[in-house]
């Protein structure tokens, strides 16, 4: 079952990001010892775009992909995609949203495809499952799996694939109900550069070619040369973005991410590099804000960053 589109709409706002997270957190208790993975988390990603989220492990990177794909629930805060509300989704919603909003690509080739099919029949699999009709399956897997560049391989089971081909199939697989959004986490963790490239080559096809919306998380700073948009996750929070130019344009510009609520993350080396501890003094410019070291006023050198 889905949500009627207009609903959709309704709910979310016309003209809302495709992906939107206000004040994320999540909090996982064990054994008494409290974790905050996400600590007020704000994320917006745009109908269309192709967007790489870089952190550390430890970072929260996976914790939202695990939000965004409805397989867990944040502790507090607001995520909404393609017009659904995933605090307040019901299971007969969130079983349709999984169906045919979001698809999900893992690091694991293992975890992405059944070894006893076929690549063809692993790509008509999520069809059956949402009832698209049975003589449409077959051309539509055909077609996706031409799409992301592994056509050859569609009588081949998993076990026949090298890693690049079983997760172009993942590609293939993750894309077979036509959904707004894929979520890839790692999809290249387990390859060498060559077959992460083609990885990459396949999600923008499917960013391209069948307009699915992708965010994609990694510990992989190199993932920006494949995407426009970068942004890194530190301690549970949007801390930078980076953004890349056109193939006229060239050339890249990093933004830090000022939050709803004013918060600013910045970089680890200018915090490093002006020794900046605990609290620090914020000057208005005319063009600009200075923020200084506490007591850098009565250094000779006066350090701060501005």
């Known amino acids: 079952m889905t949500t009627d589109p207009e609903a959709g709409r309704r709910?979310?706002?016309?003209?809302?990001?495709?992906?939107?997270?206000?004040?994320?957190?999540?909090?996982?208790?064990?054994?008494?010892?409290?974790?905050?993975?996400?600590?007020?988390?704000?994320?917006?990603?745009?109908?269309?775009?192709?967007?790489?989220?870089?952190?550390?492990?430890?970072?929260?990177?996976?914790?939202l992909l695990g939000i965004l794909s409805g397989l867990d629930l944040p502790s507090a805060g607001r995520a909404a995609v393609a017009g659904h509300d995933l605090l307040a989704m019901g299971r007969r919603e969130r079983l349709g949203y999984r169906r045919r909003t979001v698809g999900f690509i893992w690091q694991q080739t293992a975890r992405n495809l059944l070894p006893h099919l076929t690549a063809l029949e692993n790509v008509a699999l999520p069809m059956r499952y949402a009832r698209s009709p049975r003589g449409q399956r077959r051309a539509r897997a055909d077609e996706l799996?031409?799409?992301?560049?592994?056509?050859?391989?569609?009588?081949?089971?998993?076990?026949?694939?090298?890693?690049?081909?079983?997760?172009?199939?993942?590609?293939?697989?993750?894309?077979?109900?036509?959904?707004?959004?894929?979520?890839?986490?790692?999809?290249?963790?387990?390859?060498?550069?060559?077959?992460?490239?083609?990885?990459?080559?396949?999600?923008?096809?499917?960013?391209?070619?069948?307009?699915?919306?992708?965010?994609?998380?990694?510990?992989?700073?190199q993932v920006s040369e494949h995407v426009r948009r970068t942004i890194r996750i530190r301690d549970g929070r949007t801390s930078a973005e980076t953004l890349r130019g056109g193939a006229a344009e060239g050339g890249a510009e990093e933004y830090a991410v000022l939050d709803r609520v004013g918060r600013l993350q910045l970089p680890r080396e200018y915090v490093d590099r002006y020794r900046l501890r605990d609290r620090v003094r914020l000057t208005p410019e005319e063009d600009h804000i200075g923020v200084w070291r506490a007591g850098a006023d009565d250094d000779e050198e006066g350090e701060g960053a501005s």
């Open 145 to 221: 799996l031409g799409a992301v560049g592994v056509g050859h391989c569609r009588d081949r089971r998993p076990a026949e694939l090298s890693g690049g081909e079983q997760q172009r199939v993942a590609v293939a697989v993750a894309a077979a109900n036509g959904p707004r959004v894929l979520l890839a986490d790692e999809p290249t963790g387990e390859l060498d550069s060559t077959s992460g490239a083609e990885v990459f080559g396949a999600l923008r096809r499917a960013n391209e070619e069948l307009g699915a919306t992708i965010l994609v998380v990694t510990h992989d700073t």
């Open 11 to 63: 709910r979310a706002g016309e003209g809302d990001p495709l992906i939107r997270c206000d004040n994320l957190v999540r909090i996982f208790r064990t054994d008494g010892v409290e974790v905050q993975a996400l600590q007020g988390l704000d994320l917006t990603v745009a109908d269309g775009e192709m967007t790489a989220l870089v952190g550390a492990s430890g970072s929260g990177k996976s914790t």
